[in-house]
């Protein structure tokens, strides 16, 4: 009888044992609980996306450069005695760029100068010209410019001229080209001219030697020797196109679509009541279109350039440098770059290096629509690298000549990477140097203004005459 009581009391406490080791499971620890019963169930589909949208934010990064940082002279030109040069290297534009940061200019008036021969005396005496790509307002490029408060700081420049000439005077003019516009500025009193002459020399610097001559509005550097310059081959990453939806769409239901578009392209279409986001799987390229139901706050020009950026900052993943590069009407056009030359396509084939930024047409500078590739560099294979000669002035002028076009007719000449349209279905990238010419706002490459279909393109513009000086 006492056997059998011992028994029953050892089963007893294997089975409160069993009950405590269940409640456990139920109460704290499910999941291991359901895994041993085998009886683990299957995530739902908003756990996988979930999941997905975490493991792919924590993969990407998007860009992590200010405003300040794309607000950048596109060219630093040094002019000493009677020639003009490109500075093309690194360190002593970093020398420059860190000197004159240090010790912004002083804005402290906005008369404009009335000499109409000052342009013209300015570019020729020596002196240190930063160009920037395109027209900006003084109160977007803080880095250099020191504005007193009561300055408008609304008012467009597209380059410094600081003359080296006599070490006294301290004079800086920031000029609009476009208007010929031309206001007076100081040097900073901590900064000496001699500062900035002894960062450039022909012994330690990369300089170009150039030629002046006169675009549609302003003036165009073209190389006096041939340019030999390097392409460049990666292999490309496809943002997933979970990146932005988790953005534009997060905790908030969208409908999703299929679209055509007048190339037959696929796209496909995520919206809500706020955003419309149309992917172009074809092009793998984006747009998206923001509604708004109130009429948005006035901003000055400077609030609606960092706006636009703001979009830039937002969706944009590519790891390299970006700068401001286009600005007309409604149109904010931010480029990327490599190697400090900017990145762009021929004109029949899909932009791969500009984010393009439209804003409403009314006082607030609200963004409309923005569109971005969603193509990024993965890896630089560079043993695929080959030297390409770029033209020399000389060159360009007869090639110019030979279609009966003229310098004067474009609004810019300048040196870039083409993207090339072969692409191995997104797989690999090519950048290849060429001249691009600016033509009424578009982009066109050396090839394409020496075929037919230019001819009616230039056709169209109203030309006048160019010459070198």
Request: hydrophobic residues 35%; without cysteine.
């Amino acid at each position: 009888m006492r056997k059998q009581n011992t028994g029953f009391t050892v089963v007893l406490v294997i089975l409160v044992a069993i009950s405590f080791l269940f409640s456990y499971f139920i109460l704290y620890d499910i999941n291991t609980f359901e895994s041993i019963i085998g009886n683990e169930s299957a995530p739902t589909e908003e756990e996988i996306a979930t999941e997905t949208i975490q493991s792919t934010a924590n993969y990407y990064s998007p860009t992590r450069l200010s405003f300040q940082d794309v607000v950048s002279s596109d060219e630093y030109i040094i002019r000493l005695g009677q020639q003009s040069y490109f500075i093309r290297d690194e360190a002593t534009i970093n020398t420059l760029r860190s000197l004159i940061e240090s010790r912004p200019i002083s804005v402290d008036n906005v008369s404009y100068m009335e000499d109409p021969q000052l342009l013209n005396n300015l570019f020729d005496v020596d002196h240190l010209q930063m160009e920037l790509p395109t027209r900006i307002p003084l109160g977007a490029y803080t880095r250099v410019l020191s504005i007193e408060d009561e300055i408008p700081k609304d008012i467009l420049i597209d380059r410094i001229i600081i003359p080296l000439t006599s070490q006294e005077e301290r004079e800086v003019y920031l000029i609009d080209s476009k208007t010929e516009r031309v206001i007076e500025a100081e040097l900073s009193s901590n900064l000496r001219k001699d500062e900035l002459r002894n960062a450039i020399t022909l012994e330690n610097s990369d300089l170009l030697e150039v030629i002046r001559y006169q675009g549609a509005y302003k003036p165009i550097y073209l190389p006096v020797n041939n340019v030999n310059l390097q392409s460049e081959l990666f292999t490309l990453d496809v943002l997933p196109e979970n990146l932005h939806v988790s953005d534009l769409f997060d905790n908030t239901g969208f409908n999703t679509t299929e679209v055509a578009n007048s190339e037959d392209d696929e796209v496909f279409r995520y919206q809500n009541y706020i955003n419309t986001l149309d992917v172009n799987r074809t092009t793998q390229q984006f747009d998206l279109t923001i509604s708004r139901a109130d009429p948005g706050e006035p901003r000055t020009t400077v609030e609606k350039f960092r706006n636009a950026f703001s979009m830039v900052q937002q969706f944009e993943y590519w790891e390299g440098d970006i700068r401001l590069f286009h600005q007309e009407n409604n149109f904010i056009t931010f480029r990327r770059y490599y190697n400090d030359l900017p990145i762009l396509t021929s004109s029949n084939m899909p932009d791969y290096g500009a984010n393009s930024v439209q804003m409403r047409g009314d006082l607030s500078g609200d963004i409309f629509r923005y569109h971005q590739p969603m193509l990024t560099f993965y890896t630089h294979i560079d043993t695929a690298s080959q030297e390409y000669e770029l033209m020399n002035h000389e060159e360009i002028l007869a090639a110019l000549q030979e279609r009966g076009y003229t310098v004067n007719g474009f609004e810019d000449i300048f040196m870039a990477y083409e993207w090339q349209e072969d692409m191995e279905m997104f797989r690999k990238a090519e950048l290849i140097p060429t001249w691009f010419f600016q033509l009424n706002g578009e982009h066109y490459t050396l090839e394409e203004i020496q075929s037919d279909d230019f001819v009616d393109i230039w056709n169209n513009q109203v030309l006048g005459e160019g010459g070198a000086d």
